[in-house]
């Protein structure tokens, strides 16, 4: 079975500059998550999308970031304008449901350096 | 105070030591429980989930204490290839909350 596929794996860019993320998550998964982890933090949910629907993006910087799920299926996340803190590994994760078992299956990450 | 507290390390074991993690929560409410591993570099995995009577598989051993709100993890018999971070996660209502992660690195 495939994976949760993301891309780029990294990016440099300088801050102000604007960046977008995509993920593609296992096949057949209705709930889909974008985290921050900040180097020797653990993952910080940004946004949950049940579906096409947003369920929580209570932690996600709205004044800069934006995501979105067209279709169910695949997501993208874009920063604009990025500021240096925004450094780190951008991760997605999938779940087939919300509820039991909860396991979230985590795509390989894309690493962000602001500079 | 942080929703969930760990322990940074680093624990730096022989092979073969038994050691053990301790994870903390604030929310009483929380509703279920995890320890995800995630190797240098790489995503986190799920590891265990974990269950109020505590529960083990192979060399592992979760537990959890709902009125100390604790939650631990212990590793028998370590091995080269348990190096790694590992998060301990509480769910509160659909999110998951992670801990910053405790390093363990297991010397030859």
């Known amino acids: ?115 | 105070r942080k929703e969930v507290e760990q322990d940074p390390g680093p624990f730096n074991v022989p092979e073969g030591a038994t050691v053990a993690f301790n994870c903390t929560y604030s929310n009483s409410a929380s509703q279920s429980f995890f320890w995800y591993r995630q190797d240098c570099r790489k995503e986190p995995k799920l590891l265990m989930s974990v269950y109020s009577s505590g529960n083990e598989d192979g060399r592992f051993t979760a537990q959890l204490n709902r009125a100390s709100q604790y939650i631990s993890l212990l590793i028998r018999d370590s091995k080269l290839s348990d190096s790694a971070t590992y998060l301990c996660v509480v769910k509160n209502t659909d999110k998951l909350i992670f801990g910053t992660g405790t390093r363990l690195q297991v010397f030859p």
């Open chain 1, 1 to 115: 079975e495939a994976g949760v596929a993301q891309s780029p794996r990294y990016k440099i860019i300088e801050k102000r500059q604007s960046v977008a993320f995509w993920c593609n998550p296992i096949s057949g998964h209705a709930t889909l998550y974008w985290y921050q982890q900040i180097l020797g933090q653990g993952p910080k949910l940004l946004i949950q999308f049940q579906n096409n629907g947003v369920v929580d993006d209570s932690q996600l910087p709205k004044d800069r970031f934006s995501a979105e799920r067209l279709k169910g299926v695949d997501s993208t996340l874009k920063i604009q304008p990025a500021k240096l803190e925004d450094s780190a590994v951008y991760l997605c994760a999938s779940s087939l449901e919300p509820g039991p078992p909860y396991e979230q299956y985590f795509g390989p990450g894309t690493r962000l350096t602001v500079t």
